[in-house]
């Protein structure tokens, strides 16, 4: 039996390590996982890798590439009838889907860093083409404007810690300090320790930082990163479930709404 996986960079942390759990699992199942990464995410692009995937008879496709709606909706009807499970769309997209609560996500960073006293709030952002990146972006501002406060400077990244150096060092320039950033995942958050490191400016004494992922090096960041969790390896194991024993399809859409969790550890006071 084989399984495809599509996959954004797997030079990124949060996509190896689904991919890594995928495989775990599918391994399990004495199934194969036959990957396609793809560094570019334009329709042309996705629909080719997806019928390279197909053309080796896979019996299931996990995507876990950021789409919007209606590209998500053509590859599935692309696939048809081959069952397709998408991991990054947004909630609206008419597809079967596993995704995290990116509301929640945001929620939990916020009220985390409002519990602790802190109301100049900066963020950092991932990149706007990424549906999850808009969507933790939006619940800051919403979970921000219940308390009727606005975020003091935001920025975007795009993913990797050299973005997240980058721009914190942008987002510390002002004349006063932000009390908090949140970061909208651990690499990032890693490049803005680094940044705080520089310039002399204690986390979480002066600046508390929340990463977003908690993939399984943050733990051992300098100091240990306060962030949302993902789980990620359940992620994995519950799309190969999904996807080696498909609910009748014809009938309904699965849309899988995974909870995530705040792990608080020593960049936040
Ligand atoms: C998302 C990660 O949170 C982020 O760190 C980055 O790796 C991104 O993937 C890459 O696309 S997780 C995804 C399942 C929304």
Redesign the pocket.
Known sequence: RALGLLT??LA????SQ?ASAVKSRAGLASTSVIISMLEQHDAASCSAALQELLAQRVEGVLI???LEDALAQQLAAQAQPTPVLF??VSDKAAVNSL??D?EQGARLGVEHVLSQGHQRIALLG?PQS?V??RARFSGWLAALAQEKLTPCASEYGD?SAASGYEKAHLLLAGPRLPQAILV?????ALGVMRACAEKGIDVPGQISVVG??D?ADSAWFSPPLTTVR?A?KE?GERSVDWLLNPPDRELTLSQIRLPVTLIERLSTA
Not at 12 to 15: D, F, G, N, R, S
Not at 184 to 188: C, K, L, S
Request: proline letters at 6%; charged letters at 15%; aromatic letters at 12%.
């Open positions: 954004t960079d990124l942390h949060a996509p689904i876990n590439v950021p991991l990054d995704v995290f990116a991932g990424s999850s990146a993913w909208a995942n651990d690499q990032m977003y992922d993939t993902q990620f992620a």
